[in-house]
């Protein structure tokens, strides 16, 4: 469904005139199956984030295609209502000028599909994330950073996108609260049947959601390797970071 | 209009868009309310005090204060508000462009500002005056011409601070078109912050005309302007302090008006300061309520 082809992207390093270039990405190719949850594991500074911005078509990359269902994903209508984001930063993530209700609206708006039922889909779409419909008119500085988190995964999936990027989603989030959000996933892949591509540098929590990982380092592809097979992964790097987790 | 009832609860912005509202009315209409002709000369009425005829008494050449006053709206108040939001707006369309898009055009407007920005602002205008010649026109473009980069800096820095959050990039993830996601996500956390630095540059805005038509530079002489009648006024300042009352009072009243009101809209369009200020007029009664107690007691 998504399919990265040797992706390259380098940023400008220093001022505007100067020559040097940093290469965040060389070479990353991979593909995502409609369903599949698919982590991205690396250290900070690896070019996560970097992927995830071309996977969204919000960056073009220097070299490579990325194609969602065969189109490139930088078209607007490839992607519009498809391909969705939870980023990590609760604070940022919801307009403070909005309340929660025109939060998750502003999908639906842009995808036309607004009826009169739309009210009660708001509150559909709101217990379902585990919030009850007095938040509809809460604005952003009023919630908890799980509250938010939540509201913004209800934005992410009221479209019923066929694909879910999620950077860091629960990163910024305590404990007990990452469990309750990595659940509460779990159970709208079931509903909605969405694939995840689920960002983080938490192999435990990848293990715990995903099916399949890809550990990149330095802007480079390490391994793929199905969380069945975790355990015998072959690269050096990869062995290295399972047995911090291990020990 | 929901966003207007919440300025008006609030009692001092709803006085201040009162009294502005009130100036601009009159001033737009100057020939309906001013109840004499502000140029006619009438040399035995010099620094005649208050009377039923001349409300605000006369001045030096016995022309009525008031009379005056009301013409003076024109070029102290309507004509710096044109320009004000003349320079404002060219300098947040350049804000937002360089703000939003960043990369090239980012450099080439910035480097253009620094070189406006460059030259002091009062020697900018006065060169400007001398190339077009004297007149308050020349005065407002010379200060259009000389404010924008200011605001197209400041207004930047605001957008860019905005279009770096995960909104934008969830809205732009979704396929908002750039113009639609500057409209709706931008324009509204930028305003607060143009209102404030626009309000803050009309009080100067309006002490420069002053300044230049002091200096000859600006309105010519029989016509009125708030600043004139200052500098005019200052001539007997020892001997009739009284008649620096009138055009004073009428700047200061207008300058704070507008910046309380800008103030007040700052509150109104940030639902995080709505709130507090909520809760602060809560304790604020609840306070009053205790010291009427006390004093019952
Ligand atoms: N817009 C950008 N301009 C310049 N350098 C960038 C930009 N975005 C990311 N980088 C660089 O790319 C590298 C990878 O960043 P990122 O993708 O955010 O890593 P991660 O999400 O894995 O922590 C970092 O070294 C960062 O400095
Ligand atoms: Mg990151």
Redesign the pocket.
């Given at each position: 469904m998504i399919r990265v082809d040797c992706v390259e992207k380098s940023?400008?390093?220093g001022g505007l005139f100067s020559k040097e270039r940093?290469k965040?990405l060389t070479n990353i190719s991979f593909e995502c199956k409609p369903g599949e949850c698919l982590g991205i594991i690396?250290?900070?500074?690896?070019?996560?984030?970097?992927?995830?911005?071309l996977i969204l078509g919000i960056e073009k990359p220097d070299r490579g295609t990325v194609l969602f269902e065969g189109k490139p994903v930088a078209v607007r209508k490839a992607r519009a209502g498809n391909i969705s984001a939870v980023f990590q930063d609760y604070t940022s993530s919801i307009n403070p000028f909005y309340t929660v209700e025109q939060a998750i609206m502003e999908p639906l708006k842009l995808q036309g599909k607004i009826r009169k039922d739309d009210q009660s889909k708001i509150d559909l779409l709101l217990h379902q994330v585990g919030l009850n419909p007095s938040y509809r008119k809460k604005y952003p500085h009023e919630l908890s950073g799980g509250e938010a988190q939540r509201v913004c995964i209800a934005r992410a999936v009221s479209t019923e996108p066929k694909c879910i990027l999620l950077?860091?989603a629960i990163s910024s989030l305590d404990g007990s609260v990452q469990i309750q959000v990595l659940e509460l996933l779990m159970s709208l892949r079931k509903i909605y049947n969405m694939a995840y591509l689920f960002?983080t540098?938490d192999i435990q929590a990848a293990a715990y959601i995903c099916d399949r990982v890809m550990i990149i380092r330095d802007?480079q592809i390490e391994e793929i390797a199905r969380v069945e097979h975790l355990k015998d992964v072959q690269s050096a790097y990869a062995r290295k970071l399972l047995q911090m987790i291990i020990t | 209009m929901k966003f207007f009832l919440n300025v008006l609860k609030d009692k001092l912005a709803a006085l201040s868009l009162c009294i502005i509202v009130v100036t601009v009315s009159v001033g737009i209409f100057a020939p309906l309310f001013a109840p004499h002709d502000p140029e006619e000369v009438h040399m035995e009425l010099r620094f005649a005090s208050l009377s039923w005829e001349y409300l605000l008494g006369n001045d030096h050449l016995g022309r009525c204060i008031l009379s005056r006053l009301i013409y003076g709206i024109r070029p102290s108040v309507l004509w710096v508000f044109v320009a004000l939001v003349l320079s404002v707006s060219f300098g947040a369309f350049l804000g937002f462009i360089a703000g939003y898009f960043r990369g090239k055009t980012d450099a080439f407007v910035m480097r253009v500002c620094d070189v406006m920005l460059s030259f002091p602002g009062y020697v900018m205008t006065l060169a400007l005056i001398g190339i077009l010649g004297v007149g308050l026109e020349n005065i407002l473009i010379a200060f259009v011409l000389s404010k924008w980069a200011w605001f197209a800096r400041i207004i930047r820095t605001s957008v860019m601070q905005v279009a770096e959050s995960d909104y934008i990039k969830f809205s732009k993830a979704l396929g908002v078109s750039d113009i639609k996601i500057m409209v709706k996500h931008i324009v509204p956390v930028a305003l607060p912050d143009i209102a404030v630095i626009s309000s803050s540059s009309f009080g100067s805005m309006m002490l420069q005309i002053s300044g230049f038509s002091f200096l000859g530079l600006g309105i010519q002489a029989p016509n009125a302007e708030w600043g004139m009648m200052l500098n005019e006024a200052r001539e007997v300042m020892f001997s009739r302090p009284e008649f620096m009352l009138a055009p004073g009072l009428a700047i200061i009243l207008v300058v704070s008006a507008v910046n309380f009101l800008s103030d007040a809209l700052q509150v109104a369009l940030d639902p995080k300061l709505m709130i507090s200020k909520h809760k602060l007029q809560g304790l604020a009664r609840a306070s009053a309520a205790n010291l009427q107690g006390k004093e019952v007691a």
């Open positions: 940023y400008r390093k940093q965040v690396g250290e900070s500074g690896s070019g996560k984030s970097t992927l995830g911005r950077d860091e960002i540098h802007g | -």
